[in-house]
């Protein structure tokens, strides 16, 4: 099995001027490739890192935001527990059929 190559072999040009060729077009190749990973990739992966960053300061921002929230609310519900906050029933119920 013949060894795989990044390039052409030799006997394909043979001619110094094709071979120039060959070599200048490898090097735009290699450098739109490099480009297109610096100017496409990279930018890309930047904004998916960044939106996810954000998402995690906003849940956190979220999380921190409703303390105050939690702490009226378990404030309340305690109040609301013990038996002299309750509010005395003054009218009480009939039960049908006494």
Same mark, same amino acid.
């Given at each position: 099995m013949e060894q795989l190559r990044l390039g052409l072999p030799p006997r394909d040009a043979a001619n110094p001027l094709t071979r120039l060729l060959f070599?200048? +077009? #490898?090097? *735009? !190749?290699?450098?739109?490739? /490099?480009a297109v990973g610096l100017f496409v990739v990279l930018p890309v992966a930047g904004i998916i890192v960044s939106a996810a960053v954000g998402g995690?300061?906003?849940? +956190? #921002?979220? *999380? !921190?935001?409703?303390?105050? /929230?939690?702490?009226?609310?378990?404030?309340?519900l305690i109040f609301?527990?013990?038996?002299?906050a309750r509010r005395q029933a003054g009218v009480r119920t009939h039960s049908v059929g006494r």
């Open positions: 070599g200048l +077009l #490898a090097l *735009v !190749v290699g450098l739109g490739i /490099f995690a300061i906003l849940a +956190l #921002a979220g *999380v !921190v935001m409703m303390v105050p /929230f939690l702490l009226v609310t378990a404030t309340v609301f527990s013990r038996s002299s």
